[in-house]
């Protein structure tokens, strides 16, 4: 298996592109089974994840053709056509690989009138349940049942009618489902407490680009007014935020200084936030966001929560970052149970870090030693590069294909800007 090597100490400096955001196009992507004409999306990220959701389409029988890009290009372009949908089931071998793949429930369910999903199971950030995925479809109407590790969801003849459902807890994955099932119901839906994070956001501008009718996007109210029918679209996805949010914390850990191409600064609030209190500059500049820091950090207290407060996709970066401020910092973690993996490889690399539940306290220090490290999730991964960049000597970081998921040409782009980096094979 592959590895990554950083030689640390190096600061970083130029321009960085951000690529198109992964967990948008997780959930443009399965818009094309909402109509049969063809959905064309433009910068999607070339990534393990995409690959995976692009098979699992055309598992359903839907086409899928990847045009040609320029080499100076980052983004693909990807046209999807669901003609006929051939068959309704997203099988456990697929769906276990890539959990994302429980996003096809509400707009197969809305095309077909039922779909059946195997159930993600578990992960390794916690136990992720689907409840509030089923129970939103059954409030707007669908029937559904488990049996065998599988989830059916089957809407009345004539299809969903419609209804009202309020989230107990802020769900992005619900709240996608449910829109994506709502826009061709019969009647009128109401979604209350929903996400609003700025991938849902992406979502809609998508939706309503296919004829769909909602109301209240960008806040946690939403009205969908069902349509009888979507039509084709192309659409851009968003510039991806945690991965611009990720390189902002390489740049600031090296005492550097980066552009960061495409990167939106109204997207990344709570970020460009913790990073100022960190005492990193960040500033927007035309067409992206400048980052630049003397190396000297300074510590935050904060805790993850819902968008616009601060991304847990965002919290181990951060926490990279922090190991090497001045003072002690507070990080609690609200999200998901069990997002502290990184803390035990970061401590190996010479980081002083507790854990009390789901509040970590980071004691900063003077340096970080490189070490052989290795992550059980994406984020987790890129803390451990963050902290790599930083690190006196070399350091290595194993099970790159979590990286992999999440992180376009990671090296390339690292390199681009001056981190000694290289991937290579091992075993
Ligand atoms: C979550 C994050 C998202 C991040 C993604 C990948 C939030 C609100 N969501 O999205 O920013 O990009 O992980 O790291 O920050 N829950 C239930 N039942 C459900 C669904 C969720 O109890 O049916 C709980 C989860 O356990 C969690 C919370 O709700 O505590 C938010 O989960 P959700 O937003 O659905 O997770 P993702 O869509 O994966």
């Given at each position: 298996m592959d590895k990554i090597i950083i030689e640390g100490g190096k600061r970083l400096s130029g321009t960085i592109p951000v690529s198109g955001a992964k967990n948008a196009a997780l959930t443009l992507l399965p818009c094309a089974l909402l109509t049969d004409e063809p959905l064309t999306l433009r910068n999607l990220p070339r990534l393990?994840?995409?690959?995976?959701?692009?098979?699992?389409?055309?598992?359903?029988?839907?086409?899928?053709?990847?045009?040609?890009?320029?080499p100076e290009d980052f983004g693909r372009v990807m046209t999807l056509q669901a003609t006929r949908i051939t068959s309704s089931v997203a099988p456990y071998d697929l769906v276990r690989k890539m959990r994302a793949s429980i996003l096809v429930l509400g707009p197969m369910l809305a095309r077909m009138g039922e779909a059946t999903v195997s159930l993600p199971g578990g992960c390794a950030i916690g136990n992720r349940p689907i409840d509030l995925h089923l129970k939103a479809l059954e409030a707007l109407g669908a029937q559904i049942e488990l049996a065998a590790?599988?989830?059916r969801a089957i809407a009345p003849d004539g299809g969903l009618p419609g209804g009202r459902y309020s989230f107990p807890v802020v769900s992005v994955g619900a709240t996608e489902n449910a829109l994506m099932a709502a826009v061709t119901a019969r009647g009128k839906s109401t979604l209350h407490n929903a996400a609003r994070e700025p991938e849902i956001v992406d979502l809609c501008k998508l939706l309503v680009a296919m004829g769909a009718e909602i109301e209240g996007i960008g806040t946690s109210d939403l009205v969908i007014h069902g349509v009888p029918r979507l039509h084709g679209a192309t659409y851009m996805v968003m510039p991806d935020r945690i991965e611009a949010g990720s390189?902002?914390?390489?740049?600031?850990?090296?005492?550097?200084?980066?552009?960061?191409?495409?990167?939106?600064?109204?997207?990344?609030?709570?970020?460009?936030?913790?990073?100022?209190?960190?005492?990193?500059?960040?500033?927007?500049?035309?067409?992206?966001?400048?980052v630049a820091s003397d190396g000297k950090l300074r510590p935050v207290t904060l805790s993850t929560?819902?968008?616009?407060?601060?991304?847990?996709?965002?919290?181990?970066?951060?926490?990279a970052l922090v190991c090497r401020a001045e003072g002690s910092s507070v990080l609690t973690e609200t999200i998901f149970e069990n997002r502290y993996m990184h803390v035990p490889e970061l401590n190996r690399m010479g980081a002083r870090i507790e854990t009390k539940g789901r509040t970590a306290i980071v004691h900063g220090v003077e340096k970080l030693t490189g070490a052989e490290v290795m992550a059980t999730d994406l984020r987790a991964s890129m803390s451990l590069v963050i902290a790599?960049?930083?690190a006196e000597g070399e350091t290595q970081v194993h099970?790159?294909?979590?990286?992999?998921?999440?992180?376009?040409?990671?090296?390339?782009k690292l390199a681009l800007v001056g981190a000694q980096i290289e991937r290579v094979g091992s075993d």
């Open positions: 393990a994840d995409i690959d995976g959701f692009q098979h699992l389409m055309n598992q359903f029988g839907i086409s899928t053709m990847i045009a040609g890009s320029r590790g599988y989830v390189y902002a914390c390489a740049a600031a850990i090296t005492g550097g200084e980066v552009t960061l191409k495409g990167a939106r600064i109204e997207e990344m609030e709570a970020t460009v936030q913790a990073l100022r209190d960190a005492g990193v500059a960040i500033e927007p500049v035309a067409g992206g966001l400048k929560a819902p968008y616009p407060g601060f991304a847990t996709d965002m919290q181990a970066q951060l926490m790599g960049l930083a099970r790159l294909y979590h990286l992999d998921r999440g992180y376009e040409r990671l090296e390339e």
